[in-house]
């Protein structure tokens, strides 16, 4: 039976009604067609060679180390933890809590022989045949079949209390399948081709010449064409609000013109309840995608491979199996508590050990600041005593600034004049030396509640920002065979940990004692022994290890691309394609890989065309594929070829392809079965494909319908269609995730597309999403520039492949929702098939229980990725915040951009799941109630007077922006694509680039100053004042450019000087600027060369290129740059003073 599965993305898992170690089932592995055996064993060792550069390798350890620990003996002294496998399992009634399922296979390239999959038009379970899993492994016909991903279960291990033998047991997991209550939709499920169809024919390129084959369906295997479609994805994506205001809804904000008064809000609000719809709640407690299947003879899954190989959340030894409960049920069982909540059942050999109550205080360790010893003397002399204080005065003085109560009516000038940083937290300096950057993990609050109820009285949302693969100058690299974690909780060793002593250290998360390996008390750095609290590993809290087999399932994969071009003649005609197989040739040498990478091409209309491009051939060869209704591959093994075998064959194709349509007449778009194709060749490896669209699919499975009405772009009322028409583009890409392939799409259109539907592509398979309206290679110059710089740094720019991401927090803190693009694989695990340095993710957060043991509260995001080298990589970064008792502190450290921007990804999900009104009442919600709890709770002002902390004084400024900017606005001309691109840049971009989408920096550059200037290599960058959005603040006389992130506005006033329109723009007066400008001339001026800079300084600040429109007061760009400035009235939208007026009523009600 087929099983629903959670909608992955955003889903509320709060309710969840099963242990997290339980959601633990894989999708299968859909049957594929062999690959010549390209990818065997063998091949990936001999193609394997790790980089030597940015490595700390310790040398042969001394005598005095013993001798090496294999992966399987990382611990000299205690047992196997649960998370590693044995190769001979013995199973004991005692600790086996499911029936076994079969025995385990040594890792030596050998997975069991028979896989069950579901047929969508069968009942029966069947095998797949050796070598179909994945192409060049043997199998052992003789083992049983297993209902897991890659077919490698797993063994846990512990050690008898009385005996001390090692006890093996098949790791639990229970997860209960849920009826099928929709009928599938048959245009998921891919039929196999049948032979003998002549609905596919050979047509050489322009100058070539080749022979058709005479039966092209021969090569295809059925294997190839059949993969389960999971049930419909239908389920309502909901969002929790659990930190909005009791009340169900504020009222909306008044009409332009209205007087500001507010209704009365009413009773209930079904979009604001805190239990999920059934479909939801369902998905979201069992944890498992669309192509999870269970047998019908058992009910007991085996656990989840990526699960246990990053190494689990908290697992109790002896698991219970909990009912859930029923779906309209608001209240989850006590028993049912989420990641991070109750702690851990000692296993038995563990069991003497110290319980945390009693042993566990703050931890007292290298940074910590110790408690009250015995005998210990807290300060060796008068200068440290002193300069202790200044540090603490230091401190009280910061919270004191940060508590300063701010008049907003009154104070008009509270924008700081350079840009803001993460504000500090109350942590020792030791301890903030060793902390992870802001730009890597971030919280909303940097001083952490106490209690849930705490953090309720503040009124502020708790939550992480991450932004795991960024780009970094310095990042510790080590290969090391032991890889020390926390047996446990599986926390990797950190910054933050303490060291009782030489030989053990306590867990910061789950305060567990461990003991410190052999090989971890050698340094490398140093080259000593005895040191291991001097390793790099615990003075860096962003680190990344080189991982062992112990953490592969499979030998890593090549970088595989595959590119699908829409050559319809709407496409022929923006000229697109020129511009990309253009910056293919120029950067063909640069795409990340290795001497395995592959790379494949997909181009369609009404029909799909595959490219023979294998090494032997003349020229490429184009199969026509016409029969869209039943998609199939012809000639498997040609069609994805090694990237540098076939490098000419690849240039040749890539220099004729644009010339090969430009005469077509074909109008409809095939993209559905276009993306079937480039699934089954992607599947049985993985990797990464590149969607090229300009229209809306017509023809074929996937076809949509034009849903936007141009005249209710502008409507102040309810905003329709931003959920998608068709589950079809979401099961797509919960199959891709499920056999690690992300797709990418880059829409150019001036036309409706429907961004709605084709985006769920890649937000459910972890890809990303491009959008350039009105693109055309000749009328839009602009586009096209961006376009090309986009689309270099795409080519370019690292990935990781086959990735898992899991958080980990503090005990008594829990993660209850993820936002971004991913499948939540389990309530901690993230399946992250692509990975890539210029996407962000945010996490909401809640305290389960009381923090009353401890003074500082930890976060951990581990990311196992396989890099285009072919390693398999481990990036930690490792957060740690102080708690606190009061509500006065709690808004001391609050982070108003980290909060406003996990507001708008929260604003996203309810827009979709409920509406955009109500998204709308929900932020205004949240500047009301945190401003008015502030005031009842902190403030000594009159009730009459609005009042915010410094630290929030910037809060519903933020806000009123965040309602006018694209996703949210009404009342303005917006069209449909537009508004859900910007809410899908909201769910993704990292916090400094959404925060200038949000909220653009406006400076005046006719004269820039040389105060404050920055030297950048060696130039001297100057660094202007922000000023505030409001048209007040221009001048006739001025120059201004207003930076908002993906685009830039330089707007020239009438009567600016003409020293500056000359040495700068190149023109001799204001009246010759042209209106259709978008790029600063170089000039051998002074004034051009620092101007220049420090526009380039800027867009180089940021992965992809920002246009710069230059306009004067009659630019068609005009109302676009003073639609950004939001401290302004506007026809559909109140100004900052009038919006604090609302809040000021709101408040007062």
């Known amino acids: 039976m087929q099983q629903p599965l959670s909608t992955g ?14 959601h633990q089932q894989m999708p299968n592995k859909a049957s594929l067609a062999p690959m010549a055996g390209q990818y065997n064993f063998a091949y990936y060792q001999n193609n394997y060679q790790a980089p030597v550069h940015n490595i700390i390798r310790p040398p042969l350890c001394p005598t005095s180390l013993g001798t090496p620990q294999g992966p399987g003996q990382m611990y000299t002294t205690l047992p196997l933890g649960p998370n590693l496998i044995s190769a001979r399992p013995q199973l004991d009634p005692t600790f086996v809590s499911a029936p076994p399922q079969g025995g385990y296979v040594p890792s030596g390239g050998h997975y069991p022989g028979q896989v069950p999959y579901n047929v969508p038009s069968q009942s029966t ?24 991903h890659y077919n490698a279960p797993l063994t846990s291990q512990t050690v008898h209390p009385a005996t001390s033998q090692p006890l093996v047991g098949v790791l639990p997991s229970h997860v209960k399948p849920l009826p099928e209550t929709v009928q599938r939709l048959s245009q998921a499920s891919f039929q196999p081709y049948p032979a003998g169809n002549t609905a596919a024919s050979w047509h050489p390129l322009p100058g070539a010449s080749m022979p058709a084959p005479t039966n092209p369906t021969a090569a295809v295997s059925s294997a190839n064409s059949q993969t389960s479609a999971g049930p419909p994805l239908s389920m309502p994506h909901n ?45 979201a407690q069992e944890g498992v995608d669309s192509s999870s299947s269970s047998s019908s003879s058992t009910n007991t899954s085996l656990p989840n491979n990526y699960d246990a190989l990053e190494g689990g959340s908290y697992q109790d030894s002896t698991p219970s199996i909990t009912t859930a409960p029923a779906p309209s049920d608001p209240h989850p069982l006590k028993s049912t508590k989420p990641f991070g909540y109750a702690y851990p059942t000692l296993q038995p050999a563990y069991q003497n050990v110290v319980s945390p109550s009693q042993s566990v205080c703050p931890p007292t360790g290298p ?65 903030k030396k060793l902390n992870c950057s802001p730009d890597l993990f971030r919280c909303t609050l940097m001083n952490i509640p106490q209690t849930q109820a705490l953090l309720n009285k503040a009124k502020l949302p708790l939550g992480l920002l991450l932004h795991p693969f960024r780009d970094l100058t310095h990042l510790p690299v080590i290969t090391s065979s032991t890889i020390v974690r926390c047996r446990t909780c599986r926390t990797y060793i950190n910054p933050f940990v303490s060291f009782l002593d030489q030989r053990r250290w306590k867990c910061n998360l789950c305060y567990r004692v461990n003991d410190v390996p052999e090989e971890f008390m050698y340094n490398p750095l140093t080259r000593s022994y005895g040191e291991p609290h001097k390793r790099p590993e615990v003075q860096t809290a962003t680190v990344e290890f080189i991982a062992s087999s112990d953490y592969m399932l499979r030998p890593p994969q090549p970088a595989v691309y595959l590119f699908v071009f829409d050559v319809s003649h709407n496409a022929v005609e923006s000229g697109y394609l020129n511009i990309c197989c253009q910056s293919l040739l120029e950067n063909f040498d640069k795409l990340p890989g290795d001497s395995r990478t592959r790379i494949g091409f997909i181009t369609f209309d009404s029909t799909v065309h595959f490219f023979n491009l294998q090494e032997g051939l003349s020229q490429p060869q184009m199969l026509i594929v016409s029969d869209i209704e039943d998609i199939f591959i012809p000639t498997p093994d040609s069609l994805m070829v090694n990237l540098h075998e076939s490098k000419e064959l690849i240039k040749d194709l890539l220099k004729v392809l644009p010339t090969m349509f430009t005469s077509t007449r074909e109008t409809h778009s095939a993209l559905g079965p276009a993306l079937q194709a480039a699934f089954k060749l992607m599947s049985a490896t993985g990797g990464r494909i590149s969607v090229f669209q300009t229209q809306l699919p017509s023809v074929g499975v996937g076809h949509l319908l034009s849903r936007e009405d141009p005249n209710q772009r502008s409507t102040t009322k309810g905003v329709q269609h931003l959920a998608p028409a068709t589950d079809f583009y979401k099961k797509f890409a919960l199959d891709c995730s499920g056999q690690q392939v992300a797709v990418d799409l880059f829409l150019l259109s001036g036309q409706y597309t429907d961004m709605a539907s084709l985006a769920c592509m890649s937000k459910y398979s972890a890809g990303s999403v491009f959008y350039y309206p009105s693109f055309h290679h000749i009328h839009n110059p602009a586009q096209v520039e961006k376009f090309q710089k986009d689309l270099k740094r795409y080519l370019i720019r690292k990935i990781g492949f086959e990735a898992v991401m899991r958080i980990r927090c503090t005990k008594g803190l829990s993660i209850h929702t993820f936002h971004g693009n991913f499948f939540v694989r389990s309530t901690d695990l993230l399946s992250l098939a692509n990975i890539n340095p210029d996407s962000g993710f945010t996490v909401q957060m809640s305290i389960e229980e009381n923090l009353v043991d401890t003074s500082i509260v930890c976060f951990q995001a581990a990311l196992l990725y396989t890099s285009s080298k072919g390693e398999r990589r481990i990036r930690v970064h490792t957060l740690c915040l102080p708690v606190v008792n009061s509500v006065a502190d709690v808004y001391a450290g609050a982070d108003v951009q980290a909060i406003t921007c996990l507001l708008a990804t929260m604003a996203v999900d309810r827009s979709v799941s409920s509406s955009l009104s109500d998204a709308r009442d929900a932020l205004v919600n949240a500047v009301v109630d945190s401003l008015s709890a502030y005031r009842s709770t902190v403030s000594n002002l009159q009730r009459s007077v609005l009042v915010a902390p410094n630290s929030l004084r910037l809060f519903a400024l933020y806000i009123l922006a965040l309602l006018r900017q694209q996703a949210f606005r009404t009342g303005t001309s917006t069209r449909l694509d537009e508004r859900v691109f910007a809410m899908c840049e909201m769910k993704t971009q990292p916090l400094v680039h959404l925060m200038l989408t949000i909220h653009p920096n406006l400076y005046r550059i006719d004269n820039l100053p040389d105060e404050g200037s920055i030297t950048v290599g060696d130039k001297a960058i100057p660094q202007p004042p922000i000023m505030q959005l409001s048209a007040e603040k221009l001048s006739k006389e001025g120059a201004f450019l207003m930076d908002c992130g993906s685009v830039m506005y330089l707007w020239i006033g009438k009567n600016c000087s003409s020293n500056f329109i000359s040495e700068v723009l190149g023109f001799p007066n204001h009246a010759s600027i042209p209106q259709n400008m978008t790029q600063l001339p170089e000039l051998n001026t002074v004034l051009s060369q620092r101007t220049s800079s420090f526009v380039s300084w800027l867009r180089d600040s940021r992965p992809f290129l920002s246009i710069l429109y230059i306009m004067k007061d009659d630019s068609p760009m005009r109302a676009n740059f003073f639609q950004r400035l939001v401290e302004d009235r506007s026809e559909s939208a109140l100004s900052y003073y009038e919006f604090l007026l609302h809040i000021q009523q709101q408040i007062s009600k």
């Open 9 to 22: 993305h955003g889903a509320p898992l709060q309710n969840s009604s099963t242990a997290p170690e339980r």
């Open 239 to 283: 969002i929790n609000q659990s930190y909005l205001p009791d009340r169900a809804k504020v009222a909306t904000l008044p009409v332009v013109g209205a007087p500001l008064v507010r209704r009365q809000p009413p009773l209930a609000d079904p979009s604001v309840s805190t239990s999920a719809s059934p479909a939801s709640a369902s998905g």
């Open 125 to 148: 379970t069947q095998g797949i045949p050796p070598h179909s899993s994945y192409p060049g492994f043997s199998y052992h016909p003789a083992m049983p079949a297993f209902n897991t």
């Open 367 to 431: 940074g910590y600041s110790p408690g009250p010893q015995q005998f210990a003397q807290p300060f060796s002399s008068v200068n440290q005593l002193s300069s202790t204080m200044e540090g603490l005065t230091f401190r009280n003085n910061r919270k004191a600034e940060a508590l300063r109560q701010v008049s907003l009516l009154q104070e008009r000038n509270i924008l700081p004049p350079v840009p803001m940083l993460s504000p500090q937290s109350n942590l020792s300096p030791e301890l």
